[in-house]
């Protein structure tokens, strides 16, 4: 299913640069819930633990974690700070992908 999908995902890429955008953004969104559900596993809390510990509601975790919100960095400051861990990101050039012959460069956040 993952090589289907990644077929796909080359040749939409190959039509639109708003889908290789979007899909860019689903990895960051993937990769800030996959964090913050750790961190909250890792102190071994529910949501709703998590969100009181947090300062936010309930809601606000769960679309975190189910990448349904566009979170500002100052929460995940804010999230990292409440739970013991450093806050940190980085703006990196990427290496030069070749996509349908094309060389394209991108920044990752």
Do not use: P, W
Request: proline share 0%; net charge positive; aromatic share 6%.
């Amino acid at each position: 299913m993952k090589k289907f999908l990644d077929n796909y995902l080359k040749r939409r890429t190959r039509k639109s640069e708003d889908v290789r955008k979007s899909y860019t953004e689903e990895e960051i969104k993937s990769e800030i819930a996959n964090s913050v559900k750790k961190i909250r596993e890792d102190l071994n809390l529910s949501q709703v633990q998590f969100a009181e510990r947090v300062g936010v509601h309930r809601s606000t975790i769960s679309k975190i974690e189910s990448r349904d919100l566009n979170v500002s960095l100052t929460t995940l400051n804010s999230i990292a700070d409440k739970c013991g861990y450093d806050f940190a990101f980085t703006l990196k050039k990427r290496e030069d992908l070749e996509i349908n012959g094309l060389q394209s460069s991108q920044e990752m956040i």
